[in-house]
């Protein structure tokens, strides 16, 4: 008996565009943007997880739906970089690694401890002008590692402490970064085990 060979992926979602290739509802389909098949897609390609709407960044795909679901249950870091509106304090970073009571399924919850810091403004595409950045006060930007992964969670986090999100990307799952990727692009990848791995 042959065993079975799944095919793993990485991909950079752009903003704007849903985790998802398509979906049963026609009249939603014709005004959202659902994520494009890759050439040759594999029968059962899931993504693992869900990167909102408005958020960008590394999406992991899977034809393994037991190791899908193993991933999204063991607690893996996920890194994000963060653009506030506003230049966050010292303060508040200590909040956001302390953690802090957001809103989530119509209860109060609060945030299990995170590493945050704040970076250099790092070198990406130029944000969607949906965003409107300039609009905004002078910006800040901050890396957080998370271990969890509610709804919006990193958006709720940085509103409850003053900075709201203006722009979010996610870089890091585990041990794979979104790097050598650009917008829209997929990468096959030999497996998924190493996200496993211990995280430095």
Same mark, same amino acid.
């Given at each position: 008996?042959?065993?079975?060979?799944?095919?793993?992926?990485?991909?950079?979602?752009?903003?704007?565009?849903?985790?998802?290739?398509?979906?049963?509802?026609?009249?939603?389909?014709?005004?959202?943007?659902?994520?494009?098949? $890759?050439?040759?897609?594999?029968?059962? *390609?899931?993504? %693992?997880?869900?990167?909102?709407?408005?958020?960008?960044?590394?999406?992991?795909?899977?034809?393994?739906?037991?190791?899908?679901?193993?991933?999204?249950?063991?607690?893996?870091?996920?890194?994000?970089?963060?653009?506030?509106?506003?230049?966050? &304090?010292?303060?508040?970073?200590?909040?956001?690694?302390?953690?802090?009571?957001?809103?989530?399924?119509?209860?109060?919850?609060? &945030?299990?401890?995170?590493?945050?810091?704040?970076?250099?403004?790092?070198?990406?595409?130029?944000?969607?002008?949906?965003?409107?950045?300039?609009?905004?006060?002078?910006?800040?930007?901050?890396?957080? &590692?998370?271990?969890?992964?509610?709804?919006?969670?990193?958006?709720?986090?940085?509103?409850? %402490?003053?900075?709201?999100?203006?722009?979010?990307?996610?870089?890091? %799952?585990?041990?794979?970064?979104?790097?050598? *990727?650009? $917008?829209?692009?997929?990468?096959?990848?030999?497996?998924?085990?190493?996200?496993? &791995?211990?995280?430095?």
């Amino acid at each position: 008996m042959s065993s079975i060979i799944h095919k793993h992926y990485k991909f950079y979602k752009p903003f704007g565009v849903l985790s998802q290739f398509s979906s049963n509802n026609l009249k939603e389909d014709k005004k959202k943007q659902f994520l494009p098949k $890759p050439e040759n897609i594999p029968d059962g *390609l899931m993504p %693992v997880g869900r990167l909102d709407e408005k958020s960008e960044g590394l999406l992991l795909f899977t034809t393994d739906g037991k190791l899908s679901d193993r991933i999204n249950r063991s607690g893996i870091e996920k890194e994000y970089y963060a653009q506030l509106d506003g230049l966050i &304090t010292h303060n508040a970073i200590v909040q956001l690694c302390k953690g802090v009571e957001i809103g989530f399924e119509g209860k109060k919850y609060t &945030t299990m401890p995170c590493v945050a810091k704040t970076i250099q403004s790092p070198e990406f595409s130029e944000a969607d002008k949906k965003l409107r950045i300039g609009s905004h006060r002078p910006s800040s930007w901050i890396s957080i &590692t998370l271990t969890e992964g509610k709804f919006r969670q990193v958006r709720k986090m940085t509103a409850a %402490v003053g900075f709201p999100t203006l722009r979010l990307i996610r870089i890091r %799952v585990g041990t794979i970064t979104l790097s050598e *990727l650009s $917008p829209n692009e997929f990468k096959e990848l030999a497996f998924l085990a190493e996200l496993f &791995t211990k995280s430095k």
